[in-house]
């Protein structure tokens, strides 16, 4: 059973850049899609980005340009980094398995974007 742990999170001000990193511990990592989705409060939560086992990536429109997913297979960790950040990205992000079938949804970090 893999377990993820989000990190990186924080209250930051427009255009400020963040790094968040989510850890699996138990075997079978690099055999998965990553993604990282994110919940804003009274929203559903949404995809953000994904980046399959062999490194290709997708995002959604609004962070397209300025999110950038990455993978290290050796430490079991998945990354998001993202610059440029706007008061709409405030939100709990969160990675899982992508596609499905969804692991176990970990605690999530909180990203803050405010003036």
């Known amino acids: 059973q893999v377990q993820l742990v989000e990190s990186g999170g924080g209250l930051v001000q427009p255009g400020d850049s963040l790094r968040l990193s989510c850890v699996a511990s138990?075997?079978?990592?690099?055999?998965?899609?990553m993604g990282w989705s994110r919940q804003a409060p009274g929203k559903q939560r949404e995809l953000v980005a994904s980046?399959?086992?062999?490194?290709?990536?997708t995002y959604r429109d609004s962070v397209k340009g300025r999110f950038t997913i990455s993978r290290d297979d050796a430490k079991n960790t998945v990354y998001l980094q993202m610059n440029s950040l706007k008061p709409e990205d405030t939100a709990v992000y969160y990675c899982?398995?992508?596609?499905?079938?969804?692991?176990?949804w970990g605690l999530g970090t909180q990203v803050t974007v405010s003036s």
């Open positions: 980046i399959n086992r062999s490194g290709t990536t």
């Open positions: 899982n398995r992508v596609p499905g079938p969804t692991l176990s």
């Open positions: 138990g075997s079978g990592f690099s055999i998965l899609g």
